[in-house]
């Protein structure tokens, strides 16, 4: 439940809507105990009348239709208001999140794609509805409660304390009970559900591999697993809400009873009249609507528990570099050098073992090698997304890890082999690499890339939209848009890691043979496992962490 609580300034923002929300839901509460209660009094009532002429059923007839009136537009508001406020939570809890996430790059070697998927959807569903489901239903609970044995004390004050008692129990004590005996169930539910997605992702991303080797059925067996864990986990917390709810309505039936007796002595001492007694038996029987939900509630609450508890796991992260507490400014231009670095995520084996190498401003150096030569590793160190184990990076002279990384972003930018083409208009595409752009330099810059005309030919030019991963594009336009890009960014450094991945060999040839022309003025790093042509400046290869052999200068 701490964990929950760590989120409270998140609710605070939006407490007009959660006063707003707890306010209509305790009237429709109150009218649906109201209108059970005056229902049982009028029929009992009339029933026991024997001057039909003399008993005015306008009045009660009147007061049900308001109770009924009330309680559904309050229904209605309810809803309206809780589920506006829960979007609102959504979307600031996401922009907490996210927030938090951007520092912890790269995050998948931290944790598995399906649980990080599992983090990102489901943990912040779970907690987004958490107040809507769990939270605002224990509120009007209690204050229903408290509103009912009120009505006790003044009208039937024998059967008060047990109402109470035995309310209280069902709203407060057996719910709480629920969520402690639930938590544990509820983690293995959010685990399972982490463990069938990764296995369900691994499965997806890995169908042609599998069913070129006939592993089919070892992919199906580990899906199937996770997900019998999933159902084991979700039968326990099913049987433990199933349990609660029996509990909650023998209190129910306590409490009724309990209301019963004291009504009976009362009834035979002449201190109520029988309409009276009915109608509170009715209003009992209805407080106890706000009880029957919170076994549900009891039960998303342990589950929002775990899942608070796993974005809290990712946001109090340490990232993997620190920015430094007094950052140094970066002196002009684009030398990048490389000081005897040495790095590796297992230190006995280093991905770069003592590389040394440096790049001169407006040059265009190509850094070629095998795969696991650590040719990827160099991009990651120039935009500090990992510091060095050993040795030193250093931009214009100064060390990465004395500059500031918002500095560093925008002095050095980087375009990858699966830099991607969003679901929005070219021009929204193009400006992530400078959001101040005008129409004039995206114009220039797509004449760069070569590919205005194919722009001017599209409905709505600038302002056409292009498919989800840029599936309306060829691949070749897609890497010229992702180019585009990175180069309407102010950066003095420019670093492509792979950037021709899925090109096909003649476009990937072109698109290289453009790139120094494309960057002159500007320092740009390639890494490229392709081959280089003759307009870069420098080839250097790279081998077990290295620099192997003479570099074509």
Request: include cysteine; glycine fraction near 10%; hydrophobic fraction near 50%.
């Given at each position: ?16 809507p959660?006063?707003l929300?707890v306010?209509l839901s ?14 049982g ?5 009339a ?12 009045a ?15 229904r209605?508001?309810?809803?309206l ?8 939570l ?11 996430l951007?520092p ?22 779970a ?14 609970a209690?204050l229903?409660?408290?509103a009912m044995?009120?009505?006790?004390v ?25 969520v402690l005996?639930?938590r ?11 463990a069938?997605?990764q296995?369900v ?18 992919a199906a ?17 099913g ?11 023998l ?6 009873l ?6 009976f002595a ?18 009992v029987?209805a407080?106890?609507e ?5 076994v549900?509630s009891?039960?998303?609450l342990a589950g ?9 796991a990712?946001?109090n ?8 507490a007094?950052p140094?400014?970066i ?9 005897a ?9 280093p991905?770069l073992?003592?590389?040394?190498f440096a790049v001169?401003?407006?040059e265009c150096?190509?850094i070629?090698?095998?795969s ?6 160099i ?12 040795g030193t ?18 002095r050095v930018?980087?375009?990858?082999q ?27 810059v797509l004449e ?7 722009v001017r030919g599209?409905p ?5 939209v292009?498919?989800?991963a ?31 991945s899925?090109?096909d ?8 043979a453009?790139?120094?022309e ?14 280089v042509?003759e ?19």
């Open positions: 439940m701490r964990a929950i609580l760590a989120f409270a300034p998140l609710l605070g923002r939006l407490k007009g959660i006063l929300t306010l305790l009237v429709t509460l109150l009218a649906g105990i109201g209108l059970l209660g005056l229902s009094w009028f029929l009992t009532a029933a026991l009348s024997t001057l039909g002429s003399a008993f005015n059923i306008f009660p007839s009147a007061g049900v239709r308001g109770l009924s009136f009330i309680r559904i537009l309050s209605y508001g309810e809803k208001s809780g589920h506006d406020m829960t979007l609102r959504l979307s600031d809890l996401r922009a907490w999140l996210f927030a938090k951007f912890l790059v790269p995050l998948a070697r931290r944790f598995g794609r399906g649980d990080l998927v599992s983090r990102l959807l489901a943990d912040v569903e907690l987004d509805t958490v107040f809507l489901v769990a939270l605002g239903p224990i509120s009007t209690v229903a409660g408290a044995t009120v009505v006790l003044l009208a039937l004050p024998g059967a008060a304390l047990v109402y109470a008692l035995l309310f209280f129990a069902a709203v407060l004590l057996v719910p709480g009970g629920l005996a639930s544990a169930v509820g983690s293995e539910v959010v685990a399972a559900g982490a069938l997605r296995a992702l691994d499965g997806i991303d890995g169908h042609q591999d599998l069913v070129l080797f006939g592993a089919t059925g070892e067996t580990s899906a199937a697993t996770a997900s019998e864990q999933l159902a084991r986990a979700r039968r326990r917390l049987l433990r809400a199933a349990l609660a709810s029996a509990l909650v309505q209190l129910a039936g306590g409490a009724l309990g209301t019963l007796v004291a009504g009362a009834l035979e001492a002449g201190a109520i009249e029988g309409p009276l007694l009915a109608g509170l038996l009715l209003a029987l407080s106890f706000a009880s029957a939900m919170l549900r009891a039960t998303r929002a528990a775990a899942a608070a508890d796993r974005l809290q990712i946001a992260s340490a990232p993997i570099v620190a920015e430094p007094a140094l400014p002196p002009p231009g684009g030398d990048m050098r490389f000081e670095v040495r790095f590796g995520y297992d230190p006995e084996h991905v073992d003592g590389l040394g001169r401003t407006g150096v190509a070629t090698g095998p696991g030569a650590g040719k990827s590793t991009a990651q160190l120039l935009l500090r997304l990992v510091d060095p184990d050993a990076v250093r931009l214009n002279g100064s060390d990465l890890r004395d500059v500031a990384d918002a500095e560093l972003h925008q930018a980087l375009m990858t699966d830099a991607p083409v969003f679901l929005d208009t070219i021009r929204a595409n193009l400006r992530i690499g400078r959001d101040d752009a005008d129409d004039a330099a995206l114009w220039r760069a890339v070569q590919l205005a005309e194919f599209l709505g030019q600038l302002d056409a292009v498919g989800e840029g599936r309306t594009l060829s691949a070749g336009q897609a890497r010229r848009i992702c180019l585009a890009r990175t180069l309407l960014s102010r950066a003095d450094v420019i670093v492509f890691d792979e950037p021709t899925g090109l060999v003649e476009t990937e040839a072109t698109f290289l453009e790139l120094p494309l960057t002159r003025g500007r320092t740009a790093i390639v890494i490229t496992h392709a081959v042509p307009t870069f400046d420098r080839v250097l290869e790279l081998r077990a962490g290295r620099l192997a052999g003479p570099t074509r200068v």
